[in-house]
């Protein structure tokens, strides 16, 4: 089964007329939050580009920029990172943050308007991808499911490959394919479909860093290296101190502020439920940079399995991990048997690999 990125937070993309001038920019937003403070972060989460305060629910951020580009929008202590693009020009950002709801809007600006017909390609089956993903894990007979998955799935692929090459020379084409997690072999055929101008473009030599990236990841086959990573009790401890013998360890890379490893955890949750049996374990790995939001997620999320924190981000810096989630399945030795699992593979993929174990 293919697995496709849900970027539902991302709401704009860069087109390919901005000739990296330098592009000013004024961004007004409006939040439920009376106060606090508003951070634009860069692309790779590095640098804060700008801040101010939200005063009455309001908050207003100016400056200028050498051309459009993919940053985050955070809240101070709160967990969400909201993807957008900054694009030059007047925008205006709607955040509605709820115990049961977060609703994050961007409007303003030709780019946004054309990333739209591809966020379409998911909003419009959003309600459907979750149904069919809860009915997969908590239904025994999930076949029919799973079929209806696949043929989802297929679908929306084709519409993201049309859209990619409706507007190949456009940089909303090339983060298309940056935003989809896909195989080595896939992503070089989609980024071939771009024309010279958007490769050497900001985000083409991204999406070209990735393929070299890609080609040196650690796949099936390789060992895992026995990372020292920290513990609860902010105790240096070494990973293979938790594998334990076990036969099946499933590594799964997550932070408290990713949406898309949060909502997975109650599929999670079942699938360590029914597997333990079979000598399977998991060991989850954080990235969070506050481990006070790091314990507070594993509490309300209830997490059952061995938990560790690479807050430094050593360990998915060594293994050149760029989004999460993402996971490794290794045996007793730590020899990677599986990578980067879709989380409806995931019980077949245990299944597959017990009744080879069986053998």
């Known amino acids: 089964m293919k697995k496709v990125f849900f970027a539902l937070l991302i709401t704009l993309a860069i087109s390919c007329k901005e000739n990296y001038k330098t592009f000013k920019y004024e961004i007004k937003g409006n939040t439920n939050k009376k106060e606090g403070k508003i951070y634009l972060i860069n692309f790779d989460e590095t640098k804060i580009i700008d801040s101010t305060n939200i005063l009455d629910g309001k908050f207003f951020l100016k400056g200028v920029i050498n051309s459009p580009d993919y940053y985050y929008l955070n809240m101070k202590d709160s967990p969400y990172m909201n993807g957008f693009y900054v694009e030059g020009g007047k925008q205006i950002i709607n955040i509605r943050d709820t115990k049961g709801s977060y609703i994050f809007n961007v409007s303003g600006g030709d780019i946004t308007k054309t990333w739209s017909n591809y966020e379409r390609i998911f909003k419009s089956r959003e309600s459907l991808i979750h149904e069919l993903r809860q009915k997969i894990h908590l239904e025994e007979n999930n076949e029919i499911y799973i079929r209806k998955f696949d043929s989802l799935d297929r679908e929306m692929q084709y519409e993201i490959d049309s859209y990619i090459n409706e507007n190949k020379n456009s940089i909303t084409a090339a983060y298309a394919i940056l935003f989809n997690k896909t195989e080595l072999s896939t992503l070089k055929n989609k980024y071939d479909l771009l024309t010279n101008n958007i490769k050497n473009s900001v985000v083409g030599k991204r999406i070209s860093k990735k393929i070299t990236e890609l080609g040196l990841m650690k796949k099936v086959g390789d060992t895992l290296p026995n990372y020292e990573v920290v513990d609860l009790n902010n105790k240096k401890v070494k990973l293979a101190n938790y594998i334990n013998g076990k036969q099946i360890t499933l590594i799964d890379f997550w932070a408290s502020w990713c ?101």
């Open 259 to 359: 949406g898309p490893c949060r909502k997975q955890h109650p599929s999670m949750i079942h699938l360590f439920d029914e597997n333990k049996k079979h000598d399977f374990n998991i060991i989850g790995i954080s990235t969070d940079t506050k481990t006070s939001d790091w314990k507070k997620a594993i509490k309300k999320d209830k997490l059952p399995w061995i938990q560790l924190i690479d807050s430094k981000k050593n360990v998915i810096k060594d293994l050149r991990i760029k989004s999460i989630p993402y996971n490794f399945i290794i045996d007793s030795k730590r020899k990677i048997i599986a990578v980067d699992v879709d989380i409806i593979d995931l019980q077949e993929k245990i299944d597959s690999i017990i009744s080879s174990n069986q053998r």
